[in-house]
């Protein structure tokens, strides 16, 4: 059974950083593509970033410029670096995986909160 296991949430003030991991139980070779999303209560599941497996990088204009995406094939890991973070950008983050077989895997979700 293939795993997502995300980490490093946590609380954190406006303008600060976080960084979040998602490691996976499967070479990253298996993915089209992992990303990032985030819900916030009340509000629908939205994408934050993606990197397919040829490292291409989408971004929800609300994070370009401040958000990274980025991978480590090595670890079967992908991160997700927030930087300038704001109180808007609090929410559980969830890593999502594309696989070449046909199917999507989701990770437990991690709280990101960002206080002013």
């Known amino acids: 059974q293939v795993q997502l296991v995300e980490f490093g949430g946590g609380l954190v003030q406006a303008g600060e950083s976080l960084r979040l991991s998602c490691a996976a139980s499967?070479?990253?070779?298996?993915?089209?593509?992992m990303g990032w999303y985030r819900q916030a209560p009340g509000k629908q599941r939205e994408l934050v970033a993606t990197?397919?497996?040829?490292?291409?990088?989408n971004y929800a204009d609300s994070v370009k410029g401040r958000f990274t995406i980025s991978r480590d094939n090595a670890k079967n890991t992908v991160y997700l670096q927030m930087d300038s973070l704001k109180p808007e950008d609090t929410a559980v983050y969830y890593c999502?995986?594309?696989?070449?077989?046909?199917?999507?895997?989701w990770g437990q979700g991690t709280q990101v909160t960002v206080s002013s």
């Open positions: 990197i397919t497996s040829a490292g291409t990088r």
């Open positions: 999502n995986a594309d696989m070449v077989l046909g199917y999507d895997i």
């Open positions: 499967v070479s990253i070779f298996s993915m089209n593509a």
